[in-house]
């Protein structure tokens, strides 16, 4: 059972919109910043979104991210085929003394 | 451009050590504020953070592991390595190692895994 909470899959067409949720607690998203992952199988994860709502140089602007309160979102649009993937949300937990990880949500494209 | 690659066995029998290591190129593991991670994805579950090391040999575990975990940094080789011990097959995983920009903050250089079984 991991310490934040994601929808464990999505699905939606080509072009729409789809958004992540990732929720948790104060004693972490609430006090720390969040980030998102982008993990296809067999590769290295990729960094998509820090400090809850910044962009890494090379990401494109259809992905997005913000944090309110205990919760935060990871935002995609015009989907595409390679956006199948799966998407991790991520930050520190005062409580545990750890860095904690979503369940994971695999984004289905069809 | 950093890279990170990691290395070591897929295979380790129960009860052994898992030894891994994790090389570090088009870049220095050496200053600023980046921790040097590793993390794990088991068979069809999501990811679970180990533990970090600092370029001066600092550490920080996950309190889970903790008894288990031993990492380190060879910043001649501009490496780091894992030593998780007394392992079990629920440690089957794919390790990842990871370069964190700081303690609180996100990872944004990953390895591209390697999947070690526990097995007999």
């Known amino acids: 059972q991991s310490v934040l909470t994601q929808p464990p899959s999505l699905s939606a067409a080509p072009g729409q919109k789809v958004t992540i949720s990732c929720s948790g607690s104060?004693?972490?998203?609430?006090?720390?910043?969040v980030s998102w992952y982008q993990h296809l199988p067999r590769t290295a994860p990729k960094l998509l979104i820090y400090e809850n709502n910044q962009r890494p140089s090379g990401i494109p602007d259809r992905f997005s991210g913000s944090k309110s309160g205990t919760s935060a979102t990871l935002g995609i649009t015009g989907l595409q085929t390679g956006d199948e993937a799966d998407y991790y949300c991520?930050?520190?937990?005062?409580?545990?003394?750890?860095?904690?990880f979503g369940g994971g949500t695999k984004l289905t494209v069809l | 451009q950093l890279q990170l690659q990691e290395s070591g066995p897929g295979l380790v029998k129960p009860s052994e050590t898992l030894s891994l290591t994790c090389i570090v190129s088009?870049?220095?593991?050496?200053?600023?504020?980046?921790?040097w991670d590793w993390i794990r994805q088991p068979p069809g579950k999501g990811l679970e953070w180990i533990g970090s090391v600092y370029y001066s040999g600092s550490t920080y575990y996950n309190p889970s592991l903790k008894s288990r975990v031993t990492i380190s940094v060879d910043t001649s080789n501009n490496q780091f390595s894992l030593k998780l011990s007394s392992v079990t097959a629920t440690d089957t995983a794919a390790y990842y190692c990871a370069r964190h920009r700081d303690p609180y903050g996100d990872y944004d250089y990953w390895g591209r895994g390697t999947l070690v079984t526990v097995s007999s």
């Open positions: 088009g870049g220095s593991i050496s200053g600023s504020t980046y921790y």
């Open positions: 991520g930050t520190w937990d005062t409580s545990l003394s750890a860095w904690v």
């Open positions: 104060s004693s972490n998203i609430e006090n720390f910043r």
